[in-house]
């Protein structure tokens, strides 16, 4: 856009050119659903950086998430002409400019919004606000709860104590909840910082429970595999039903370079004993999509938000290539997302692994659990060319020089 506006400036000879364009609309794209938002974002920024200059119409309302084109021209017509008068023209007085975020303040547990180009606020269908959603420093988005005064809206959840993160219509197929007087949408926005990773573990030790604690460099090449030596282990004292269980690692390479990733999912089990290392003692054996993945992580490469579903291959025994289960984007000839487990359950080469199937990308993984400093461990994809992208026969660990796991689940 920038090298639009720029060349345009130069080819017509005028430097005080004015550039009207049109927000893209909400569509069911088949990428990630939270790309079209990061566009919507980069728009807003790129007419937000230029004032006057340039205008954007905020078309949120009036597209179809079924159809590219949607059909209502008119409407997104009258929009670019408003702006054009107001802006080009001199009508000065013209409502032609959508709602756009100025400043924010935190209020107890509430985040307070303040917008330019409103007077006050409708909402769609004159019920509540949608499409807010507010995260602490879990990372765990809620859908919130919107109060509107004057110009104003203060946003909050019961379930999130100290927020961090707050976003609008962060999904690619979210339509206009809410109109300034003259009937133009707010468009989506973003505000917050991901959490780092003390933010992360502060919040877990918090809020959630440790259930393990493990070394995978000592911890590993255990007697009759059987059992696991791990640094914690309160599985016993697990008596609740659990909603989500978290997986934090933090490595440190020979080189010194620090890697963590944190992965939380629903429930997958109500058995803490077999959300640690799979053992043929724990019975652990789990070939399963899980729900609700978020990622968060500093390894290059690796995919970190929100996602729907991802997929986990836990157990203790061999495992081969086939994608036996069918697993989308899985494929036959490179150990990966979707492997075939030994149809025996029993002691083998093991496998703890976490894919994020959205991404067709692994988040973490731990194999051959008997190799102890010289077992498989990787967090994103293994991209060294001719290796297995989840890590199988890497024998990397030996390139660490710690690697700790900590399990967690609600309490």
Request: a neutral charge.
């Given at each position: 856009?920038?090298?639009?506006?720029?060349?345009?400036?130069?080819?017509?000879?005028?430097?005080?050119?004015?550039?009207?364009?049109?927000?893209?609309?909400?569509?069911?794209?088949?990428?990630?659903?939270?790309?079209?938002?990061?566009?919507?974002?980069?728009?807003?920024?790129?007419?937000?950086?230029?004032?006057?200059?340039?205008?954007?119409?905020?078309?949120?309302?009036?597209?179809?998430?079924?159809?590219?084109?949607?059909?209502?021209?008119?409407?997104?017509?009258?929009?670019?002409?408003?702006?054009?008068?107001?802006?080009?023209?001199?009508?000065?007085?013209?409502?032609?400019?959508?709602?756009?975020?100025?400043?924010?303040?935190?209020?107890?547990?509430?985040?307070?919004?303040?917008?330019?180009?409103?007077?006050?606020?409708?909402?769609?269908?004159?019920?509540?606000?949608?499409?807010?959603?507010?995260?602490?420093?879990?990372?765990?988005?809620?859908?919130?709860?919107?109060?509107?005064?004057?110009?104003?809206?203060?946003?909050?959840?019961?379930?999130?104590?100290?927020?961090?993160?707050?976003?609008?219509?962060?999904?690619?197929?979210?339509?206009?909840?809410?109109?300034?007087?003259?009937?133009l949408p707010l468009g989506a926005f973003r505000v917050g910082k991901e959490p780092d990773l003390r933010q992360i573990q502060a919040e877990l030790d918090k809020t959630e429970q440790l259930v393990f604690r493990y070394d995978f460099r000592t911890g590993s090449g255990f007697g009759d595999k059987t059992k696991v030596n791990?640094?914690?282990?309160?599985?016993?004292?697990?008596?609740?039903?659990?909603?989500?269980?978290?997986?934090?690692?933090?490595?440190?390479?020979?080189?010194?370079?620090?890697?963590?990733?944190?992965?939380?999912?629903?429930?997958?089990?109500?058995?803490?004993?077999?959300?640690?290392?799979?053992?043929?003692?724990?019975?652990?054996?789990?070939?399963?999509?899980?729900?609700?993945?978020?990622?968060?992580?500093?390894?290059?490469?690796?995919?970190?938000?929100?996602?729907?579903?991802?997929?986990?291959?836990?157990?203790?025994?061999?495992?081969?290539?086939?994608?036996?289960?069918?697993?989308?984007?899985?494929?036959?000839?490179?150990?990966?997302?979707?492997?075939?487990?030994?149809?025996?359950?029993?002691?083998?080469?093991?496998?703890?692994?976490?894919?994020?199937?959205?991404?067709?990308?692994?988040?973490?993984?731990?194999?051959?659990?008997?190799?102890?400093?010289?077992?498989?461990?990787?967090?994103?994809?293994?991209?060294?060319?001719?290796?297995?992208?989840?890590?199988?026969?890497?024998?990397?660990?030996?390139?660490?020089?710690?690697?700790?796991?900590s399990v967690y689940v609600t309490k």
């Amino acid at each position: 856009m920038e090298a639009l506006f720029d060349g345009w400036k130069k080819a017509f000879e005028n430097p005080g050119f004015k550039f009207y364009f049109v927000q893209l609309s909400p569509y069911n794209y088949w990428f990630y659903p939270d790309e079209l938002p990061e566009i919507w974002e980069a728009q807003e920024a790129f007419a937000a950086a230029h004032g006057p200059e340039v205008g954007m119409a905020v078309i949120n309302d009036v597209g179809n998430v079924n159809d590219i084109h949607p059909k209502d021209k008119e409407t997104v017509g009258k929009r670019l002409a408003m702006l054009a008068r107001k802006h080009t023209y001199g009508e000065k007085t013209l409502k032609a400019d959508s709602p756009r975020l100025v400043n924010t303040r935190r209020k107890a547990n509430a985040v307070r919004l303040i917008f330019s180009n409103v007077e006050s606020w409708r909402t769609s269908d004159n019920g509540p606000v949608r499409h807010f959603e507010i995260a602490g420093s879990n990372g765990i988005f809620h859908p919130a709860l919107v109060k509107i005064n004057g110009r104003e809206l203060l946003v909050s959840s019961d379930k999130v104590a100290y927020p961090v993160m707050l976003r609008y219509m962060w999904h690619q197929a979210d339509e206009a909840s809410l109109f300034n007087e003259a009937g133009l949408p707010l468009g989506a926005f973003r505000v917050g910082k991901e959490p780092d990773l003390r933010q992360i573990q502060a919040e877990l030790d918090k809020t959630e429970q440790l259930v393990f604690r493990y070394d995978f460099r000592t911890g590993s090449g255990f007697g009759d595999k059987t059992k696991v030596n791990y640094l914690v282990d309160v599985s016993d004292k697990v008596v609740r039903k659990f909603d989500r269980v978290t997986y934090l690692i933090t490595a440190t390479t020979q080189d010194g370079i620090s890697e963590w990733v944190c992965v939380s999912m629903n429930a997958f089990t109500q058995d803490a004993k077999k959300i640690g290392v799979p053992t043929v003692a724990s019975g652990a054996d789990f070939q399963s999509n899980v729900k609700e993945l978020i990622v968060r992580g500093s390894a290059p490469g690796l995919k970190t938000g929100n996602f729907s579903e991802g997929n986990i291959e836990f157990w203790p025994m061999n495992y081969s290539r086939n994608n036996a289960a069918g697993v989308a984007g899985a494929r036959n000839d490179l150990f990966d997302l979707g492997d075939a487990k030994d149809s025996q359950y029993g002691l083998g080469y093991g496998s703890m692994q976490i894919h994020n199937s959205t991404a067709c990308e692994t988040v973490f993984s731990y194999n051959n659990f008997a190799g102890g400093p010289n077992a498989d461990f990787g967090i994103g994809n293994n991209s060294v060319s001719g290796q297995n992208p989840d890590w199988t026969f890497s024998g990397n660990l030996r390139n660490y020089k710690d690697a700790i796991l900590s399990v967690y689940v609600t309490k």
